[in-house]
C-alpha cells in the first residue's frame, strides 16, 4: 500500500520520460489533462477557495444587496456557539466509537472467514450488503427499527429478550438519540474493511504459521506476533480512512435525528448544512466547514506522521 | 490461520456459530425491511411485530412503481449515474494517465491538491457549490448534477488509476512509440484494454455513489421533475405517518440494479479494491 506515505514523501512523476519534456510532449499531456483539470478546478478548487472567502463575510445571498466584511466574527462565533461545539462533540465522539467498533468486529470476520473453507464467498455477500446499500435506505430502515415505543428493537429488547422493561424512546431522548447513529456507522462499515482485512490476510504465507506451529505458538500469539504485524499498512490505511469518513459523517444523522431532539444530536456538518440552507448563513455555514476541513486534514497529516515507522519515511 | 486436526472439529463449529451469528445480524434489518414493504399500511404499526407477513401483498410495489413520478425519478438516476460513470472513467484515466507518463510543469502541486480533496469532503463546498450552480443555471438541471458527480469523483478515480497505469509495463509502450504509435493510439490500444480490472473497479464504486449520491442531489433540485431516486425515497418518509411498507419498497426497486451489478461483478468490488491500496 503505502499510498498514505507514499504520497509525503515520494515525489511524484518518477515515470522516465525517454524524450524528456520536449517540445512534442507538451501540448500532448496537455489535451489527457485538459477535461480533468477543467472540471476538478471549477467545481471542486473553486468552491473551496470560494468557501474560505465567504467564512469572512456576513454573506448576502441576494446579489444586488452587498455582503459585508466581518474578519474573523464567523469563527469566533462557532468557538464560542454552544451547539457548534456540541456538534463537534458529538462527531469526535461518533468517530471514537464506530472506529475501533468497525476494526475489531471487521478483524474479528476476516480472521474467522479467512479460516473457513466452505460458505467463505456466501457469507462474506452477507456481510457486504450493507456497503452496497445507499445510506438514504439504511438510515430510514434504522429509523424505522428503532421507532418507539412499538418498534423492532424495542420489541426485541422487551419482548423478546426481556432486556428492559418497557420501551426505550430511542430518538426522543438526546442521551440514547445517538445510539442508533453509532450502530449504523459500525453496521454499514464492517464489510468494507473487511472485505480489505481478508485481502490482506491472503497474501501472508501458510508457511510462516506452520512454524510458528511447529515452535509451540498459540492463536493469541500468532495474531499479535505474525497477523497484525504482517498487515500493519493495511491497518493503518483503513484506520486513517475510517477516521476520515467519521469526521465526515452526514447522512445517518440528517436521516435518522436530523439533529434532534432540539439540536443534541448535530454533528459538524448537519450544523452546517442546517445553518447554510434553513437559515440562509452562508458566512458562518463557510466557518464551520472549515474548521472541519482544516481538523480532518491536520489530523490525517498527524496521523501519518505517527503510523510511520522509521524505514518508511526514506 | 493454522489448524491443528485434532481439535479442527470443535473449532471450525465455533467459528461458524459466530460467522452466522455475524451474517443474522447483518441481514436481519434488510430481512426485516423486505417484510414491511410486503405488508399494507405499515404506517399502522403492528404489535407485535411479524417478521412473515401475515397478508403479504405486492401493493406496496405497484404504487411506489406507478404513483407519482417514480418512473421519472427512476430514469433519472438511471441517465445520471450511467452518463457520470462513463465521463468519470474517462476523463480520470486520461488525466492518470498524464500523471503515470508524462512530466509537466504544477504536476506536483496538482497531484497535492488531488490527494487533499480525497481527505475534505465534498460536502464543504457545498455552499459554493450550490452558488456556482445557481450562477451557471445548472440547478434543477441532470446534466449540472453530471458535470458535478464527474468532478466530485474525479480525484479518487485518478488516484487509484494512476496506481494502475504505474504498473503497466512500460517497454510494451517504447516498442509502440518506435513503431510509430502516437500517445493517444498507446492510450486507447494498450493502456485502456490492458486496464479492464481497475477500470471495472472504479466504474462500479463511481456508479454505486452516482446511484445513491444525496446532498448535491437535495441542494440543487427543486423541480419535481428532475428529482432522482434516493431523494424520491427520502421525500416518502413524510413528517406525519410515514407509509413504511412504500418507503421500503420504493428502497428494494431501487436496490434491485446495484445487487444485480454486485452480484454479476463480484470479483470486482473485491480485487480492485485491494489493487488500489497497494497501488
Known amino acids: 500500500m503505502d499510498f498514505l506515505s507514499r504520497w509525503v514523501n515520494k515525489p511524484v512523476g518518477m515515470g522516465v520520460v525517454k524524450k524528456g519534456p520536449g517540445s512534442r510532449q507538451l501540448p500532448i499531456v ?20 470560494k468557501a474560505f472567502q465567504i467564512s ?10 452587498p455582503s459585508t466584511f466581518v474578519g474573523l466574527d464567523n469563527y469566533a462565533q462557532a468557538l464560542a456557539d454552544p451547539i457548534a461545539r456540541l456538534a463537534f462533540r458529538n462527531t469526535v ?12 468486529l471487521a478483524l474479528a470476520a476476516a480472521l474467522l472467514l479467512n479460516s473457513i473453507v466452505r460458505g467463505k464467498v456466501f457469507l462474506r455477500t452477507l456481510y457486504y450488503l450493507p456497503v452496497i446499500t445507499s445510506w438514504v435506505i439504511v438510515s430510514l430502515l434504522f429509523r424505522y427499527m428503532f421507532q418507539s415505543p412499538n ?22 431522548s438526546a442521551s440514547t438519540a445517538m445510539i442508533p447513529v453509532w450502530l449504523l456507522g459500525i453496521w454499514k462499515g464492517i464489510g468494507w474493511s473487511m472485505v480489505i482485512f481478508l485481502a490482506a490476510l491472503q497474501t501472508i504465507p501458510a ?5 510458528a506451529d511447529i515452535d509451540g505458538a498459540g492463536n493469541f500469539h500468532k495474531l499479535m506476533r505474525i497477523t497484525l504485524p504482517l498487515i500493519r499498512p493495511t491497518l493503518v490505511f483503513v484506520v486513517v480512512m475510517l477516521i476520515i469518513g467519521g469526521l465526515n459523517v452526514f447522512l445517518p444523522v440528517a436521516l435518522v435525528t436530523n439533529g434532534g431532539p432540539l439540536q443534541q444530536t448535530e454533528v459538524v456538518l448537519t450544523y452546517m448544512y442546517h445553518q447554510a440552507f434553513d437559515f440562509l448563513e452562508f458566512g458562518y455555514g463557510s466557518a464551520l466547514a ?5 481538523f480532518i486534514v491536520s489530523l490525517s497529516f498527524i496521523q501519518l ?5 522509521p524505514e518508511e519515511i526514506f | 490461520m493454522g489448524q491443528k486436526t485434532s481439535s479442527m472439529g470443535a473449532a471450525t463449529m ?24 410486503f405488508k399494507e399500511y405499515a404506517y399502522v404499526i403492528e404489535f407485535p411485530p411479524k417478521l412473515i407477513p401475515e397478508a403479504p401483498t405486492l401493493n406496496n410495489f405497484v404504487e411506489a412503481w406507478t404513483t407519482g413520478q417514480f418512473q421519472v425519478y427512476f430514469k433519472n438516476s438511471m441517465i445520471v449515474a450511467v452518463i457520470s460513470v462513463v465521463l468519470a472513467v474517462l476523463i480520470s484515466a486520461m488525466m492518470a494517465y498524464a500523471f503515470a507518463r508524462f512530466r509537466f510543469p504544477g504536476k506536483e502541486i496538482l497531484f497535492f491538491s488531488i490527494l487533499l480533496l480525497l481527505m475534505v469532503p465534498n460536502i464543504i463546498g457545498i455552499i459554493p457549490q450550490f452558488l456556482l450552480a445557481k450562477a451557471l443555471g445548472l440547478r434543477n438541471s441532470l446534466f449540472g448534477l453530471i458535470l458535478f458527480y464527474v468532478a466530485t469523483s474525479l480525484p479518487l478515480n485518478t488516484f487509484l488509476l494512476r496506481g494502475f497505469f504505474e504498473t503497466l509495463p512500460r517497454e510494451l509502450e517504447d516498442a509502440m512509440l518506435i513503431d510509430g504509435a502516437n500517445y493517444f493510439t498507446i492510450f486507447t490500444r494498450m493502456v485502456l484494454p490492458l486496464s479492464k480490472p481497475a477500470l471495472a473497479t472504479v466504474s462500479i464504486f463511481s456508479l454505486l455513489g452516482f446511484w445513491d449520491e444525496y446532498i448535491l442531489a437535495l441542494t440543487f433540485i427543486d423541480d419535481q421533475t428532475k428529482r432522482t431516486l434516493p431523494i424520491a425515497i427520502a421525500s416518502f418518509h413524510g413528517q406525519h405517518g410515514t407509509d413504511w411498507g412504500l418507503v421500503f419498497a420504493a428502497s428494494l426497486i431501487a436496490m434491485i440494479p446495484i445487487v444485480a451489478l454486485y452480484i454479476v461483478l463480484q470479483r470486482y468490488f473485491t480485487a480492485g479494491l485491494t489493487g488500489a491500496i497497494k497501488g
Do not use: C, K
Not at chain 2, 14 to 37: D, E, K, Q
Open chain 1, 93 to 104: 465522539l461518533y468517530t471514537m466509537i464506530t472506529v475501533p467498533g468497525q476494526i475489531v
Open chain 1, 151 to 172: 418498534g423492532f428493537i424495542n420489541y426485541l429488547l422487551v419482548n423478546v429478550l426481556h432486556l428492559v422493561e418497557s420501551p426505550i424512546g430511542w430518538l426522543q
Open chain 1, 56 to 65: 469572512f463575510y456576513d454573506w448576502s445571498i441576494v446579489p444586488t444587496n
Open chain 1, 30 to 49: 496537455f489535451v489527457f489533462l485538459l477535461p480533468g483539470i477543467f472540471l476538478f478546478l471549477v467545481f471542486n478548487i473553486y468552491p473551496l477557495l
Open chain 1, 305 to 309: 506522521r505517527f503510523f510511520r515507522q
Open chain 2, 14 to 37: 465455533f467459528r461458524y456459530l459466530i460467522l452466522i451469528g455475524g451474517a443474522i445480524i447483518m441481514v436481519v434489518p434488510f430481512l426485516w425491511m423486505v417484510s414491511t414493504s
Open chain 1, 290 to 294: 472549515f474548521m472541519m476541513a482544516i
Open chain 1, 207 to 211: 508457511e510462516i504459521y506452520e512454524a
